[in-house]
């Protein structure tokens, strides 16, 4: 059990106590996590050929939500790091340093909100970069996760075995759907079924919530970084991921270019 699904078995133990109270409408630890992990997809940093994610986050809350945690906040502070690191290393990001997440309790904040201040910071505690800023960040050599699809300019697309779809914009959907970019027409497709994003060179295929789910390799995903020859599976539907470098000239291969089955 990984990411979110852990996460939650963690809350689900706590039903019977403190978090039984903040049901119907107010914070839930679960929403909290999902908050963390919008901010650290936010705020990133990139440096030697890697995506650096802030590793501190302090999260300011109203003082009766904070009182609601009190007797599980260290927990609920351990737990939210690992589902950050999960989280991190599903998407190929880098941290410096292990994730910290501190609970603080904020008159000004509303109950049920929540205002996250994250940093990227070295072990002797020095800040590096600032909020919401993609820059350069010199660092030294880091032990890092495989290889992603490289950050220089690609070509990228999909291959049922009859079309070559590219991906020319930020985002591609797919499903059964007239309004997605690449529409399936297999019973087992739903509708808006899944996604995929290009995010600092890299394409991330996101599952949508289908009913039948979406399978990379074989395994069932939630959100998962694609590499060449990745095999799709959604519903039934098989698609192969292909990438190279950007052709040089005119002459260099390329996909192509319309994105739509026939008839659509």
């Not at 395994?219 to 590499?227: A, H, N, P, S, T």
Request: avoid cysteine; proline fraction near 7%.
């Amino acid at each position: 059990m990984k990411g979110l699904q852990r996460f939650e078995a963690f809350a689900e133990q706590l039903l019977e106590g403190s978090l039984g109270r903040l049901m119907g409408g107010r914070l839930e630890p679960v929403e909290l996590a999902k908050r963390l992990a919008r901010i650290m997809d936010d705020q990133q940093t990139i440096g030697a050929g890697k995506v650096f994610v802030p590793n501190h986050y302090q999260v300011h809350l109203n003082p009766a939500d904070l009182t609601a945690f009190a007797s599980f906040q260290g927990g609920l502070e351990s737990e939210l790091a690992a589902y950050l690191a999960e989280t991190a290393e599903k998407r190929q990001y880098n941290f410096i340093g292990r994730p910290h997440v501190t609970l603080h309790g904020d008159p000004t904040i509303r109950q049920g909100d929540t205002r996250i201040v994250a940093h990227l910071m070295d072990a002797q505690g020095v800040t590096l970069g600032g909020p919401g800023m993609t820059q350069e960040l010199k660092v030294g050599p880091m032990q890092g996760g495989p290889t992603p699809v490289p950050a220089s300019p690609t070509v990228a697309w999909l291959s049922d075995g009859v079309r070559e779809v590219p991906i020319r914009g930020p985002r591609l959907s797919l499903g059964r759907a007239l309004d997605n970019d690449l529409i399936l027409e297999s019973a087992g497709v739903s509708r808006h079924h899944a996604q995929v994003e290009r995010r600092h060179g890299r394409y991330v295929l996101r599952d949508m919530g289908s009913t039948h789910g979406t399978l990379v390799n074989g395994q069932r995903i939630e959100e998962v970084v694609l590499r060449d020859g990745d095999v799709l599976t959604l519903g039934g539907q098989r698609l192969v991921f292909r990438v190279s470098a950007a052709p040089a000239d005119n002459n260099a291969a390329a996909p192509p270019a319309d994105p739509r089955p026939r008839g659509a």
